[in-house]
């Protein structure tokens, strides 16, 4: 594995390891080529590279048609020109037929477009997807595991979505920390006050809530939720049976993504109370930590409203 | 099979799609009727399909893009062999039918890709061509489109994409009948430069009569002979053909014969297997 510094260079690092081992590998672009930092694999496999210019709904089209023939094709560019723009197609002519199409995500999150403003932040991609019956949805927490999840991806049988940022991710994980498949990952075991729940890109900043927490004597359980709607949440029903109290932590929409994961988890299995730490306005742009702290992503905050819940 | 026989299977083909609407008591006959000598040309004449062995890697690809023509797409299949026995009743729309309401791939052998949302055939069908250039495969994509159909912008996406891929294994016939379902296209948005359209798109492209067996095999041939670019061959069709009371009559885009109408096509069109 090569080094790369963020979760679009950790994607193609990723398609480049795989392709030199599987010819099935290709990657549909949307004129994202540069996007996903993918210009090298596309010099070292011009055969797999599919340029299909501006048009995400042909691209999903296209890797359909691709993966109807067996190959197994990648499309990547930002969130939402694929879960908004190509939504029919990413339902209808790829999950629907349950084609091997594996889809990347870039700018998720107000994190992921912070500079960019609202039409390239996406935080309603994960919701739209946990509608649509195939998709496996990986929420990778940063780089290394992106790298980790894209592998994963091709391994899955079926649909799936990675959903990456844009290079504004806080490594946490070692380059060799495996994508866990149990939609779970335990990082600290404080004490049993609160679950918090982090997915994606936050995670950072959760655990640096969780010291602050620590500090005022809140001891906290923190988990990295990176699989949603999958198949086997047994690990996570496990966690969400350890505390009294549940508090989300997720750069997307309140409603769709990983707090109302866990909110129906919950619900079904163990009812307590779940707060959900999440956006419910569009965003702006901005300097990716100052925006990420006006928007409630600050350890300050998240810290805050755990201490608030055990009043 | 030669012309006549071509010419005979496509009316076979028809009436089979006018007794599954009529027995399933829903469907479109009007747009299934106008592609039935295409369809019968390409599946008892021109591809080189098994249907055996429905998955075999070397087929050439069939698209229906207006997936609602397809009664006249199960009639084919059925009649190919791709059920075993030939379907005497389709139970078209039933629940737990194979036969759904616009085609599925992995629920009914021999369809190659899901349609019915309008407009995502070529796209998909350039795909399907990468792959065949990718691997080295000689087989060619066939993909059928309404003229309607082509006011869908991720048309013209996948038109553009497929010239800048130089896809000659790919051949669209466009259903050239002048309607869809709100009325004549020609009051709607009007659309009847196609071939020029196509051509400015860099495509080599035809127009022909779409119920002309001879013609539709020498435009296909002209489209294979082609080379560096995918082909459109442009068919001047008749919605219904092959009914007078369906030709032409834009209420039986989607419509249901009664007993009275339904003798009169097994009248027009039985017979001719």
Known sequence: MADFKGTREAFAQAIIDMAAEDNRIMFVSPDSLKAMRATKFAELYPEEYVEVGISEQNAVNTAAGLAATGLIPFVGTYAGFLTMRACEQMRTFVAYPNLNVKFVGINSGLLGGEREGVTHQFYEDLGILSNIPNYTILTPADGPQTYHAVKAAAEIEGPVYVRAGSGRETEVYDKDTTFSMDGIRILKEYGNDTLLLSSGFVLDRVLTAAEILKEQGINVIVGDINILYGKDPSKILEAIKKTDKIVTVEDHNVNGGMGAYISKLVVENAPKSVKRIGLTTFGESGPAKEVADVYGFSPENIAKVVAEGLK | ?273
């Open chain 2, 1 to 273: 099979m030669n012309t006549a026989e071509l010419k005979r299977m496509a009316n076979h083909l028809r009436l089979l799609a006018v007794d599954m609407v009529y027995k399933g008591k829903d469907g479109h006959p009007g747009p299934a009727l106008s592609i039935a000598d295409i369809v019968s040309t390409l599946f008892f004449d021109e591809m080189n399909i098994n249907p055996e062995d429905p998955q075999w890697e070397d087929r050439d690809r069939f698209i229906l893009s207006k997936g609602h023509a397809c009664p006249i797409y199960y009639a084919a299949l059925s009649e190919k062999g791709y059920f075993g026995e030939k379907i005497k009743d389709f139970k078209l729309r039933a629940l737990g039918t194979v036969f759904q309401g616009h085609p599925v791939m992995n629920k009914t052998k021999g369809v190659d890709m899901t349609s019915g949302s309008l407009g995502n055939g070529i796209s998909i069908g350039t795909g399907m061509a990468i792959a065949g250039k990718y691997k080295k495969k000689d087989y060619n994509v066939f993909v059928i489109v309404g003229d309607g159909e082509l006011q869908e912008g991720v048309c013209w996406e996948g038109i553009n994409s497929a010239a800048g891929h130089n896809l000659d294994n790919m051949i669209v016939f466009v259903d050239k009948n002048g309607w869809q379902s709100g009325g004549p296209i020609e009051e709607t948005i009007g659309s009847n430069n196609i071939k020029e359209r196509f051509e400015a798109f860099q495509w080599h492209a035809q127009e022909i009569d779409g119920h002309d067996i001879d013609a539709i095999k020498e435009a296909i041939a002209n489209a294979k002979a082609a080379k560096g670019k995918p082909s459109v061959i442009v068919c001047n069709c008749v919605k219904g053909k092959g009914l007078p009371y369906m030709e032409n009559n834009n209420a039986w885009h989607k419509g249901v014969p009664t007993d009275e109408q339904y003798e009169e096509a097994v009248k027009i069109l039985g017979g001719a297997e």
